[in-house]
């Protein structure tokens, strides 16, 4: 086997459908896109070849910033909660009463597709008879707000149900990655005095620090790529207080019939995904990792 | 060893064979169904009502392929079905691909434009016939040439709840003044005025449509639209103001922008909201509609939106326009059977739809010869003595000013922006198409 596997025809054959198909579904559209973006384009007639004009006119556009702007407070407050998701798994990990039950609570969301999610929490943000409002009215509040009908409070209102929705998902990250540290340096450490605190900041946490450097970049990428949910329960309405880029992207391109538009916006978002992958990758380089 | 590995490159390059195999096997199957034997045609039609949520409508197209089928012999009509949403993207995608359904649906206007300027849509004039009401196929006419035939007509009334209305003793307005009146009685009482669902938009800007028609007459906003006028005419920006007066009296539900349509619905349907205005296609909901309970059927009545005191509109003009149409596609390879299907399915469709879907069809009905409940007598009755009917501002705009006019419309509604910025904001955006 060694023998076959140190032949270069042979890497070569065993790559190459997998990179085919990854080049022609993945690679192959990114580069139409940034194709499309040059174009002047609804989707359906000629196209007329217009430069870079699309992109300037993004660099202009307040409506697309607003967007980009609210995406980005979207990547903080994922990257924040983080540190919640952290502090959970932490205490799940450690041999506290029911963590399993708690585990499944928190794993429970990540089994629902986001459409069900948006669904029902469109039911809880319910201006009259929503879970939320409800439960206002009995503490004596008589005029609740329409979350999601309220522009300065329907972002807030979103990011509730997607922090909820990724819980689960970055508490089974650091959970698995905590229970593969060795109980024999956390034996170790007792012995020589560490209350469960240290144990956790000064041990656990320098140990995953390769996992917390991953989730910092999903978190964030994922944060500035996100569509569904919003899409779903405000259609980045009321008139564009809850539009982030990506659904911004796709009202231009389906929702105007400016599909090169919506091409360059696409692919802007692309660059603007990689750079920032490259930063976080840079700012949180250090020389070694940490073993055990 | 050697063996082993030429197996596993064997295996993979079967996978890929299969995954590649998938990704063109759509092609093979459709296109060559027809051929199969040598004189079969098969017109292939995609249409929005599937049978889950459009039951009658299903039905029918059903019963028109099967017929057209006897009658035809060697033509097969294929069916592809899909709803609302996906049916307006896979429309786009399919375009952007030419391979267009050679039979399908479209919608009027804004939606049509692109697909005739590019060429999509073969052109209908030969076939159109006599029979159409007038002002429906003239929606679907870019540049005087008719690319598509409507199947439906639909006028917007407001339908009101009588018993919410007698329990506070009110009339039927006539004038504004009169229906502020029975807002403010209504509100007074704990009871939603108007529901809306104005996170779709599209609902608010009926609202709107109404408001500027009676202040400023039927041709003031059409005209802003196509530039021979301005959104900054005083009778378009006392409109905008009428709606904030009537959002600032709590006339309509509580978190309306935050609400769909299908939403927004509920309220109406339980008898918590007195007034609710909408497109005739709601009809069956208050006649023939088993699923809904026969007393809450009862209770709903229509009036007209009523006339501004010092107006220009009167009381007959309406909002309203065509729904969908059928197109043939340029490119179809049977054209000829295609429109034939077309012409046929029109006529078809004109004799049952209002029976069997609570349709009111695009082409003229005798309504002597068909049992009706009374509402749509009423409407169709309406519809015969309307002055004028004013098609859907998005659908009379071009897709991008269409979708800042629904976001200003929700800025209005929510009194996030003034009715002079309302009016400045459109003119900003139609001046940037120009």
């Known amino acids: 086997m060694n023998k076959v596997m140190s032949n270069k025809t042979v890497i070569a054959l065993y790559v190459l459908p997998a990179l085919l198909v990854l080049i022609a579904l993945i690679y192959v559209p990114i580069l139409m896109t940034g194709y499309y973006g040059l174009m002047k384009w609804d989707g359906i007639g000629e196209m007329t070849f217009i430069g870079l004009e699309n992109y300037t006119k993004l660099m202009k556009d307040a409506m697309f910033w607003d967007s980009a702007y609210h995406s980005f407070l979207l990547a903080i407050f994922s990257t924040v909660s983080l540190i919640g998701y952290l502090i959970i798994s932490l205490i799940l990990a450690s041999k506290i009463k029911g963590a399993n039950l708690l585990r499944k609570i928190y794993l429970i969301p990540m089994l629902l597709s986001s459409v069900a999610i948006a669904q029902l929490w469109l039911k809880v943000y319910h201006p009259s008879n929503g879970l939320v409002n409800s439960l206002l009215m009995t503490f004596g509040v008589d005029n609740p707000p329409a979350w999601l009908a309220e522009p300065n409070l329907v972002l807030q209102a979103l990011f509730v149900p997607i922090i909820w929705q990724y819980a689960g998902f970055y508490i089974l990250i650091y959970y698995a990655a905590l229970k593969n540290i060795p109980d024999s340096l956390v034996e170790a450490a007792k012995i020589d005095g560490a209350n469960p605190l240290q144990i956790a900041w000064k041990i656990k946490v320098p140990l995953i620090a390769g996992v917390i450097k991953v989730t910092i970049v999903l978190a964030i990428v994922g944060s500035l790529k996100y569509f569904d949910l919003i899409y779903v329960m405000t259609g980045g309405g009321p008139n564009g207080s809850s539009e982030v880029m990506a659904s911004y992207m796709y009202q231009k391109a389906f929702g105007t019939y400016d599909f090169g538009y919506g091409s360059s916006i696409g692919f802007f978002l692309l660059i603007i995904c990689l750079v920032i992958t490259w930063l976080i990758r840079k700012l949180t380089a250090t020389k070694e990792e940490l073993q055990y | ?434």
């Not at chain 2, 030969?126 to 196929?137: A, M």
């Not at chain 2, 709590?250 to 769909?260: D, E, I, P, R, T």
């Open chain 2, 1 to 434: 060893m050697k063996r082993k590995a030429i197996t596993l490159l064997l295996m993979s390059m079967l996978v890929v064979s299969l995954i590649l195999s998938g990704c063109s096997g759509s092609d093979s199957s459709n296109g060559n169904e027809g051929d199969s034997s040598s004189d079969q045609t098969t017109i292939k039609f995609m249409h929005l009502w599937p049978e889950g949520s459009a039951k009658q409508h299903h039905g029918i197209v059903q019963d028109i392929v099967a017929e057209f089928e006897e009658t035809n012999p060697g033509v097969k009509v294929q069916l592809d079905i899909l709803s609302v949403e996906q049916y307006k993207e896979k429309l786009k995608v399919l375009a952007a691909s030419n391979e267009l359904p050679d039979v399908g649906l479209t919608w009027a206007a804004g939606f049509l434009e692109p697909y005739a300027n590019g060429n999509m849509f073969a052109e209908l004039d030969d076939i159109k016939g006599e029979n159409f009401i007038s002002g429906t196929t003239e929606a679907f006419a870019v540049d005087e040439k008719t690319y598509g035939l409507p199947l439906e007509l639909n006028i917007a009334p407001i339908y009101y709840n009588k018993t919410i209305f007698a329990e506070h003793n009110l009339e039927v307005p006539q004038t504004y003044e009169e229906f502020k009146n029975v807002v403010k009685t209504l509100a007074d009482n704990g009871v939603t005025p108007i529901t809306v669902g104005n996170k779709d938009r599209w609902t608010g800007s009926m609202w709107y449509m109404y408001l500027a028609d009676r202040i400023g007459g039927p041709e003031t906003l059409t005209n802003a639209i196509n530039r021979t006028g301005t959104f900054e005419d005083p009778a378009l920006i006392q409109a905008a103001q009428e709606i904030q007066t009537l959002a600032d009296m709590n006339a309509f539900v509580k978190g309306f922008n935050g609400l769909s349509n299908d939403e927004a619905k509920g309220p109406f349907m339980n008898n918590q909201a007195a007034m609710y205005l909408m497109g005739s296609w709601e009809l069956p909901n208050y006649t023939t509609n088993e699923d809904v309970p026969q007393e809450f059927r009862d209770s709903i009545g229509f009036f007209k939106f009523p006339t501004v005191e010092g107006g220009k509109g009167d009381i007959n003009s309406f909002v309203g326009g065509p729904g969908v149409g059928l197109f043939v596609a340029e490119d179809s390879e049977v054209k000829e059977e295609a429109k034939k299907f077309v012409s046929f399915f029109v006529e078809k469709w004109g004799e049952r739809s209002v029976t069997d879907a609570g349709v009111i069809p695009a082409t003229k009905v005798d309504t002597e010869s068909v049992d009706l409940p009374q509402m749509y007598i009423d409407v169709l009755n309406e519809l015969a003595n309307a002055s004028n009917i004013t098609l859907y501002a998005d659908v009379q705009m071009s897709a991008g000013v269409a979708n800042e006019h629904l976001n200003m419309i929700q800025s209005l509604f929510g009194g996030q922006i003034t009715p002079e910025e309302f009016a400045k904001k459109h003119e900003e955006a139609l001046a940037s198409e120009e």
